[in-house]
Every structure is written in structure tokens, then in C-alpha cells.
């Protein structure tokens, strides 16, 4: 079977990930020069070629309509699914098939493009909000098959609008991995963080106190009440639960003090351990009460990040175990472009006139408190 070389243009790579049309005009070149290079081969002559072994003339061009599975195979490219597979797909579509160097060298050009979104320069927009998490995935190294982290930061710019920042993936989610992590987002201009969501990870939450001192630390609501009903007794576990949101739906900090109290004194003697871990976390499961309320909701949690990976797992279900770091980062690297995508050019995820109002006002009131203690001084 023939084996024919394609050359991919870089803009249309970039259009795969930034343009509806995209996949089409992979396809679109794909396809062509596959065609081209199977009628030189039946001519026995490239284009004004003149040979004695010529074994006819081409009459030209003339349009037409493409229905084929070749979706399936770029998918597969994005995915980083094995290039054994992905010549088998070109060979049920065309007839022939990819050359494994042809297939290997669309793989890199992809990752070039995932590397430089990857690697953009984010000092153009001020991010108040930072909301991060981590995923565990399977990659095969060294002829094994190892757990590995992969670390995602959200970040919601001054105007409101959400953009996935970065991704990286590391051995663990230990608090060193973490911090190359946060260095690598403030080497590329990250910077302005007012505050950071994450669960309670220990390592994660050391990482995020060296890298944005000065930021409030808000811990997740929803891992945090998990982590209570885990140390709850099961026949306790649903009644507990609705006395949990009555808190943290609290119009005010007062409020849930007063709602935490009642839930100790009932259930101090029931379930002891779910409530000594209620009283330790209460205070950073409640640090967004310092926000005007409209910002708490959206920022109490992380799920906006879980939806993430979500539509990640989704995709990885079909690889269950990617072949390489390379080709995780290739297929995470594309999903999350699109998603960053579409969040850019969607509606604004938070109205901040309200927040930048009261962060001011703020400022103010702590200038003028330090100004009366250096008076008193």
C-alpha cells in the first residue's frame, strides 16, 4: 500500500482549535494532497511534468462534497491515542494510509500549539479570583503505568470574564508540584490575586499561602461538607447535611455562628468528629462572607473547575491510559482551549463593578485606620 507524506500549515492547525470550520479545513487539506499525490502516481507524472513513462493528463479541478469518518481520526490525533491506530482509520477512509513519521510530526505541531497556549503571557489582565484543582489521570512511563496530577488554574479577570490559565502535569499533587505550578503562572504575569478557591489539600493550601501572600484562602464548601459527613455516622449523615447548607447559605456571618451552634450543641454528643471538623474549617469554608454578597455564591466552591474536568473524564474515558505525559497534555491541552474559547467569547461570568466599588472603599478604610494609629504613635 502507498505511503504518502502530507504537509499540515500551521494555520490551519490554529484554526482547528479557534474557528468552527476548523476541522474541515484539516480535513479539507488532508485530503487533497492525498488525492494529488494518488493521480500523480496513476500519471506516472507530477503537474507540466514531461516523461516517457506519462500515462496520461489531468483535466483540472472540479469541487465535491466529502462525508467520512475522518473526524474520528483527528479526535484520535488530539487524544494522543496511538499512531498505529490512527493510520488504521486513514486506511478504512482513503484507501492508504499515513506514513507513522507523518502522523508523529502532526502530533508535535499540536503540541506546539497547546505548548503556546500553554505558555501565554497573562500580565495584560488583572485576576482578582483564582480558582484551582487538580485531577488524577493514568500514564504509562517506563513501561509501567503510574498516577499522575494534573494541576488547573481558573483565573476571573477585572471585567468578570473566566479563562483557564494554565495546566500542568505532575507526579503528585504535593505542595512542590504545586508551587512550581503557581511560579510558572506568575512567571508568565499572573498577578493581582485577591483570592484563591481550593479544597484543603495540605500541600496545595502551603503552596497557595508562599506564592499570594496577601490573598484570602477560601476553602471549597462543597469538599468541606463532604469531609464532614465522612466522619459522620451514615443514619445521621442526611439530617446533618440539610444543617450544613442552612449555614453556609447564611445571609451573614452572624448568622452562621449562631446556625454553627445550634449544630454543635446537637450533635457534639452524636457525631463528635464530623463536628470537630465542622469548628476547625468553619473559619476558611467562611472567608468569602467577606465579599459583597453577589460574588459568595459563585466563589465558594470550585465547581465551575469540577465541570472541567467533568468534560475532561469524559474524554479520558475512552484513553483510560495515555501512552505518554506528551499526549496528556495534547489532549487536556485541546479540550481545555475550547472550553477557554468559548468562555472568552461567552457572557460575562460576574458583573465587578460592585467588588472593585467595595475593594476600594476598603483600601480607604484601612489607610485612614493606619493613619490614626501613627497619629496616636
Known sequence: MAQYQVTIDDE??????????????????????????QATEQ??????????????????HR???????????????I????TRKVRAIVEELCGTEFSRSTVSELCKRLDVVVREWNERNLAEQEYPFLLVDALVIRV???GRVRLSSVLIATGINREGYRGILGLMVGDSESEASWSEFFGRLKERGLHGVDLVVSDDHKGLVK???THFQGATWQ????????????????????????????IFDAPDLATARRLMDDVIRDYAERAPRAIERLEAGFEDAMAVMALPERYRKRLRTINCVERLNQEIRRRERVIRIFPNEESAMRLLGAVLMEINEAWSTGNRYLDMTEYWEWKASTERDQAAKQGGRSQAA
Not at 43 to 60: M, S, V
Not at 222 to 237: E, G, Y
Open 63 to 77: 469541487e465535491k462534497l466529502l462525508k467520512t469518518r475522518v473526524g474520528e481520526m483527528i479526535e484520535m490525533v
Open 79 to 82: 487524544n494522543g491515542v496511538s
Open 43 to 60: 500519471l506516472k507524472a507530477k503537474w507540466y511534468e514531461r516523461t516517457p513513462d506519462r500515462q496520461g493528463y489531468r483535466n483540472g
Open 12 to 37: 490551519i492547525l490554529q484554526h482547528l482549535f479557534v474557528r468552527d470550520d476548523g476541522l474541515a479545513r484539516l480535513v479539507e487539506q488532508v485530503v487533497n494532497q492525498v488525492l494529488e499525490a
Open 140 to 142: 504509562r512511563k517506563n
Open 207 to 209: 503552596a497557595v499561602e
Open 219 to 246: 476553602r471549597c464548601q462543597t469538599h468541606f461538607i463532604r469531609n464532614i459527613l465522612d466522619a459522620c455516622p451514615k443514619s445521621l449523615q442526611r439530617e446533618l447535611h440539610g444543617r450544613l447548607r442552612l
